[in-house]
């Protein structure tokens, strides 16, 4: 159904329930290997014209730079049971094109994604995935030949409880680095924008999420001790609110 994203301007605000909306793995992995062509491509001065040569000298071209995250996720009619097989097979299919891989286990729009993040759940997942993902050593198109990074991404609705066990857990099993946070399913109560806007379905994110975002960081740094690197998402519109993550614990931000 659409609209599925509604903008709460009075909040500096979103609401979204897109889901994992993509045209697949098939069309992604294609996007993914013509920007590692276009990294990798060497222009050969000698093959060329002498006034392209000229042209090249004093206009270098711009090829694209910046890392790549691949986000991997269940499809949504994939039960939890065999969630597993979705993981892992979409780091096997992109992994290799990838600089680091988030595993999204806190999309509040895929039907019972977060059980993903109980205990019973994550560790076998995370192990599978890390299976998976050291796998790629042989098979990597990322132009370092290496494997890329593993990280998890989190609900912001976790008890400190339940973040605790899932820190355990990371630490357990040599996750590389932990996404905090996604969007919420909880309305806050001062919202200002309409309540047809703020009782729509689906995860709020922007300017509301700033100070929960930043206390999970701050209570999950000390549960990790610094042990694994924090990256911090949500409310971040200005520089000092980047500053505020960093000095909670966070080693990135988004």
Known sequence: DRPRMFR???????????GFNSHGAVAVQQNLQHYRQAQQQAVSWSNLPWYQQV??????PILPQG???????KNKVTPNEEAVQDYVATIQQLGPYAD?????ISSPNTPNLRQLQQADHLAS?????????????TSSSNGKNKVPPLLVKLAPDLTDEEL?????????EGVNGIVVTNTTNQRPV???SSPTLTQETGGLSGAPMKQQSTQMIRTLFRQLQGQIPIIGVGGVASGQDAYDKFKAGASLVQ
């Open 8 to 18: 709460l301007v009075a909040d500096q605000a979103v609401i979204n329930r897109y």
């Open 55 to 60: 042209w090249y000298t004093l206009y270098p």
């Open 67 to 73: 890392p790549i995250g691949v986000n991997v996720g």
């Open 100 to 104: 680091y891989l988030v595993m999204n």
């Open 125 to 137: 997942l995370i192990r599978a995935c890390v299976q998976a993902r050291n796998a790629l050593a």
């Open 164 to 172: 605790q066990q899932i820190a355990k857990t990371c630490l357990e």
């Open 190 to 192: 001062d919202l200002l």
